[in-house]
């Protein structure tokens, strides 16, 4: 069976820390995607990545940082956390089909962080 | 991406079929109408996707109207389970960069 799974399901953090979210899939999947969902304003896009060491803003990158050293590991950063990026965090993944159209993305759990 | 616009909420019978609507007036000719779900405290789930024919599978049916303005999402036979937010999406390119809105909220009840 699929599986992207997240590392916390809910986290607990101070303002002015630094707070990592990780991400993991088995799927050999070639993209990777961060979002942050919040009530009234559905899924917003962070970043995403199409392959290893690659990056790309999504619609919403400031405050964020991402790495992607391994295929399968995709991992949010926030430099220093602030309250009002207290949110549900979903990563999701998906493959390239036949080299065009990508496919169905698989989701994880979601990490919900708050900060204090 | 285009544009996709759903009603905040409907209510369904259990056992009944549950139709819900999407309009996405401004869509493309190689856009793919995607629908995703998402359980209470889960990610979202896919469901089935099209692109102009109509489509099966064993969660649910999709029906595109021929000039691809609207869709609808089947499900035969709603169950409680299938209370849950549903998401219709549009895109060409990659489904992870659309935008997901806020979705159908559908309330199966007894």
């Known amino acids: 069976d699929v599986k992207v799974t997240q590392s916390s399901r809910y986290l607990v953090k101070r303002t002015g820390e630094k707070v990592f979210l990780e991400c993991v899939q088995d799927?050999?999947?070639?993209?990777m995607f961060w979002y942050r969902q919040d009530p009234g304003l559905g899924l917003r896009l962070i970043y995403f990545?199409?392959?290893?060491?690659?990056?790309e803003k999504g619609d919403i990158p400031e405050g964020y940082s991402v790495s992607r050293e391994k295929k399968e590991r995709f991992s949010l950063i926030l430099e220093s956390a602030s309250t009002n990026q207290t949110s549900m965090y979903l990563c999701?993944?998906?493959?390239?089909?036949?080299?065009?159209?990508?496919?169905?993305?698989?989701f994880g759990e979601g990490s919900r962080l708050t900060v204090l | 991406d285009a544009k996709t616009t759903q009603p905040p909420s409907m209510d369904c019978a259990e056992g009944r079929a549950a139709n819900l609507p999407c309009n996405h007036s401004?869509?493309?000719?190689?856009?793919?109408v995607y629908w995703y779900r998402q359980i209470h405290s889960q990610g979202p789930q896919y469901i089935i996707h099209?692109?102009?024919n109509n489509e099966t599978n064993e969660m649910a049916s999709l029906i595109i109207t021929e000039d691809r303005k609207s869709s609808t999402l089947i499900l035969p036979h709603a169950t409680l389970r299938d209370t849950a937010v549903y998401y219709c999406?549009?895109?060409?390119?990659?489904?992870?960069?659309?935008?997901f809105g806020d979705g159908t909220t559908l309330t199966v009840k007894p």
């Open positions: 999701a993944s998906s493959s390239n089909s036949l080299g065009t159209f990508t496919g169905e993305l698989f």
């Open positions: 799927m050999d999947h070639e993209n």
């Open positions: 990545s199409y392959d290893v060491k690659m990056k």
């Open positions: 401004t869509i493309s000719g190689n856009e793919y």
């Open positions: 099209g692109l102009k």
């Open positions: 999406i549009v895109t060409y390119t990659n489904a992870g960069k659309s935008t």
